[in-house]
């Protein structure tokens, strides 16, 4: 698995942006939102129970996101017309304010090394990337237990600041100062 240090892989992939047939799909790669941080959240499967609690989340922190110059990701194997189908089909995922990603040929899922070998499907892997491309965190979760979006949001906090940050660090506390 790629971590932290190395160079988030290059990558095209079709994403879905709205449930309007006529402006549902953009490309996507590693270059698009050039300049921001980005969060890339990788999930299993489209129309499952963990999926979209976590997806959900992510979009109720959207804005917070958004004014630390970050852009979220959500990336599964799922083709762009099962997003679509899903968001068109679960209420709370309709009007999500970032991309679904569909990995269908599970090229970028194979060089970050974050698909699980039995299912075939991504692991719950999270990476934050920082605006010159490169891995600044790496999560994964087991396929059962969902990920917590607040952490991510407060991880992004600690790495943006450029300070030592202790344990439960929050935004506005103070950093850890060596003697």
Known sequence: MLTIGARFPAFQVKGVVSTDL?????DVSEQSDS??????????????????????????????????NAQLYGVSTDSEF????????????????FPLLA????????SLGILDKEEGVCLRATFIVDPQGIIRHVSV?????GRNPEEILRLLDGLQSGELCGCNWKKGDSFVKVA
């Open 141 to 145: 979760n087991d396929l059962s237990v």
């Open 35 to 68: 300049g921001k941080w980005k969060i890339f959240f990788f999930y299993p499967k489209d129309f499952t129970f963990i999926c979209p609690t976590e997806i959900v989340n992510f979009h109720n922190l959207n804005k917070d996101f958004q004014s630390r």
């Open 82 to 97: 099962v997003h679509l189908a899903w968001r068109r089909e679960h209420q709370d995922l309709r009007d999500l304010g």
């Open 103 to 110: 990995d269908i040929k599970r090229d970028l899922s194979s």
């Open 22 to 26: 006529k402006t549902a799909f953009i």
